[in-house]
């Protein structure tokens, strides 16, 4: 997986946010449903932008980016901004 492949993934996901908070608006789909949903896009959001930073940070430092993972939803959701 390269940078570019992530940023595409990045954007499918903020689409895949604007598309369901349009159904929301437009009745479409149940609040709570759409709450799942969105909770579900943004940790992979958080996920993509955290495998994204490390690949980065990897390549900025000399190291090969290919040796970055997918951290888990925990770990990733449970960073202090």
Same mark, same amino acid.
């Given at each position: 997986m390269t940078?570019?492949d992530?940023?595409?993934?990045?954007?499918?996901?903020?689409?895949d946010?604007? !598309?369901l908070?349009a159904?929301?608006?437009?009745g479409?789909?149940?609040?709570v449903?759409?709450?799942?949903?969105?909770?579900?896009?943004?940790?992979?959001?958080?996920?993509?932008w955290?495998?994204?930073? +490390?690949?980065?940070?990897? !390549?900025? !430092?000399?190291?090969?980016?290919?040796?970055?993972?997918?951290? !888990?939803?925990r770990?990733?959701e449970?960073?202090? +901004?």
């Amino acid at each position: 997986m390269t940078d570019q492949d992530i940023l595409a993934r990045i954007k499918q996901l903020v689409d895949d946010e604007h !598309s369901l908070r349009a159904k929301a608006t437009a009745g479409e789909i149940d609040p709570v449903a759409e709450r799942k949903q969105l909770a579900e896009l943004e940790v992979m959001l958080d996920q993509a932008w955290d495998l994204l930073r +490390q690949r980065r940070a990897r !390549s900025g !430092s000399g190291e090969s980016p290919e040796d970055t993972g997918l951290r !888990s939803p925990r770990e990733v959701e449970g960073y202090l +901004q």
